[in-house]
Nanobody, 124 residues
Framework: QVQLVESGGGLVQAGGSLRLSCAASGRTFSNDVMGWFRQAPGKEREFVAAINRDGARATSTDSTKGRFTISRDNAKNTMYLQMNSLKPEDTAVYYC?????????????????WGQGTQVTVSS
């Protein structure tokens, strides 16, 4: 099992930026793919973005496209999500997750390890 710790969430005004980090430890050989998901109260958990060890990426097709950028530093076992032009509808708990294999899946059921999440709140 991989241990995942998210950080970087907080309060921000609409139009501002945040950078989330996800630090992995333990059996890091299994975090071939690292991804970000988010969940707002009363809504389903949704895919945001994911990236594998080779840098292949997948992004959501919703309003986050073009505003959020995913990256990773394999030497540090850390993944990042740069969020720009934040909107109130981006308010959610953001989760880091990992899966074995190179396929950059958008299905949360295919991810085996999860962090505890970090709260992002965007005020209008």
């Amino acid at each position: 099992q991989v241990q995942l710790v998210e950080s970087g969430g907080g309060l921000v005004q609409a139009g501002g930026s945040l950078r989330l980090s996800c630090a992995a430890s333990g059996r890091t050989f299994s975090n071939d793919v690292m991804g970000w998901f988010r969940q707002a109260p009363g809504k389903e958990r949704e895919f945001v973005a994911a990236i594998n060890r080779d840098g292949a990426r997948a992004t959501s097709t919703d309003s986050t496209k073009g505003r959020f950028t995913i990256s990773r530093d394999n030497a540090k076992n850390t993944m990042y999500l740069q969020m720009n032009s934040l909107k109130p509808e981006d308010t959610a708990v953001y989760y880091c997750a990992t899966r074995v294999g190179l396929r950059v899946s958008q299905n949360p059921r295919e991810y085996s390890d999860w962090g505890q999440g970090t709260q992002v709140t965007v005020s209008s």
